[in-house]
């Protein structure tokens, strides 16, 4: 399936947003926040999110801000 | 006592984590600063690092309150997705909404800002709106649910100060009981200390600290500034006059 990840192409197996994490190297634990195609997926959404091709996925981290 | 959404700051000195040269800096910073809040926000990671997670454990590490902010949206509806991933991952309410409308600037939209603040207080956020000084803007921000507004000093990064005193000197005094930080465009301390003293109830600083060539000290300028500038504004400042007025007594001078 090829779907966008933070901008990027991704040619991924998943089926769903928990297990595009995993595939994408994120552990269970990781403190990031998601959204597809413009709207957040809460963490524990994230397992029954299924992925369609041409998603665009938003993985998002903690960062230095103003 | 000033509370801000129910809560007492150790301190009204709010410091922005970014730009600084290492998280060394920004650490030893935001501890001189004594800082009350620290804002952060929410970015994508570089390509395999997890600097995201670092930063996640230096903040925890501080024990300082953090209020993430939703920089660099310019519509509601990012705006709005960016608070909603913040609250997750920060694990707070407070969310400083961010709404640019003009990109030399970076001119709040105050527009979009009072729509984003609508939905956002009505999925239970405790809005900090960035804003100008605009007073009918704070009515409609008031309106839509803020108990707390955060009108520009100047455009952000700019250190120009207070660029319109006229009109934070009357959104303080038409609203005197709403907590009101001015947030963004302080370049030195005496801008800190002048807000404060025309009763400002915070500061937020991030550039003016991150981009001295000592961070550290100069947060403890800013620091005491803040500190000087509320006593100063308690203490009740004299009025100003055009024209001079001895203050040494003239009855009693000398003839010669």
């Given at each position: 399936m090829q779907i966008q990840v933070n901008g990027e192409h991704h040619d991924v197996t998943a089926a769903s947003l928990a297990a595009l994490l995993d595939e994408l190297g994120?552990?269970?634990?990781?403190?990031v926040a998601t959204a597809v195609d413009g709207c957040f997926v809460a963490a524990s959404r994230r397992a029954t999110h299924p992925l369609h091709d041409g998603a665009q996925v938003e993985i998002l981290a903690p960062m230095q801000g103003g | 006592m000033t509370l801000f959404y129910g809560t007492e700051l150790a301190s009204r000195l709010m410091l922005g984590t970014?730009?600084?040269?290492?998280p060394e800096i920004l650490a030893d910073a935001v501890r001189r600063a004594g800082a009350g809040v620290v804002t952060v926000s929410l970015r994508r990671e570089a390509a395999g690092t997890r600097a995201g997670q670092a930063f996640w454990a230096l903040i925890r590490e501080l024990d300082v309150p953090v209020l993430p902010n939703t920089a660099g949206c310019h519509t509601v509806r990012e705006a709005v997705t960016t608070a909603q991933m913040a609250r997750e991952v920060f694990?707070?309410?407070?969310i400083k909404l961010e709404v640019i409308?003009?990109?030399?600037?970076?001119?709040?939209d105050m527009f979009a800002l009072v729509e984003a603040a609508r939905i956002l207080t009505e999925d239970g956020f405790r809005v900090f709106p960035y804003m100008t000084e605009d007073l009918v803007g704070a009515e409609r921000l008031l309106r839509a649910g803020c108990e707390v507004l955060m009108p520009w000093g100047?455009?952000?990064?700019?250190?120009?100060?207070?660029?319109?005193l006229f009109g934070l000197r009357a959104l303080r005094a038409h609203f005197p009981d709403v907590p009101m930080v001015v947030d963004?465009?302080?370049?030195?301390p005496s801008h800190a200390a002048q807000a404060m003293e025309l009763g400002y109830d915070a500061v937020l600083i991030n550039t003016a600290v991150a981009k001295a060539g000592n961070p550290a000290e100069m947060a403890r300028a800013f620091a005491m500034a803040v500190e000087a500038g509320r006593m100063a504004y308690i203490a009740d400042p004299m009025e100003e006059r055009d024209m001079a007025v001895p203050s040494t007594p003239v009855i009693g001078q000398a003839v010669l």
């Open positions: 994120y552990d269970a634990t990781a403190r | 970014a730009q600084y040269p290492s694990g707070t309410d407070w409308g003009e990109s030399d600037t970076l001119q709040p100047a455009p952000i990064g700019s250190g120009k100060g207070l660029n319109n963004a465009g302080i370049g030195v």
